[in-house]
Nanobody, 124 residues
Framework: QVQLVESGGGWVQTGGSLRLSCATSGGTFGRYVMGWFRQAPGKEREFVSYMMWSSGLTSYADSVKGRFTFSRDNAKNTVYLQMNSLKPEDTAVYYC?????????????????WGQGTQVTVSS
């Protein structure tokens, strides 16, 4: 049973930083693409970033490029999203997700497994 458990969300002022973690279990994650998505109140879930676990290849939404960094720790089966220079518009519930697909990886519909989400709030 694949499980994803996020942690690390919280409250931070504009310009601050947070690091989200996503602990994985129950799967051979070297074969997976890991994604981060977020959903603000009243808005659709949106793509933030993905990483191909085996190669480390990453992709970012334009809105976070240069501020967020996706990384992994193979020994801990954990992926991270380092978020710097946070803005109020980054406020959302952040979700970790896993996919075995290879196309349209910026679409939430391509992901089969999801964590429970962690709240990030950035105050102005």
């Amino acid at each position: 049973q694949v499980q994803l458990v996020e942690s690390g969300g919280g409250w931070v002022q504009t310009g601050g930083s947070l690091r989200l973690s996503c602990a994985t279990s129950g799967g051979t994650f070297g074969r997976y693409v890991m994604g981060w998505f977020r959903q603000a109140p009243g808005k659709e879930r949106e793509f933030v970033s993905y990483m191909m676990w085996s190669s480390g290849l990453t992709s970012y939404a334009d809105s976070v490029k240069g501020r967020f960094t996706f990384s992994r720790d193979n020994a801990k089966n954990t992926v991270y999203l380092q978020m710097n220079s946070l803005k109020p518009e980054d406020t959302a519930v952040y979700y970790c997700a896993a996919s075995m697909r290879v196309m349209r990886l910026n679409s939430w519909s391509q992901y089969d497994y999801w964590g429970q989400g962690t709240q990030v709030t950035v105050s102005s």
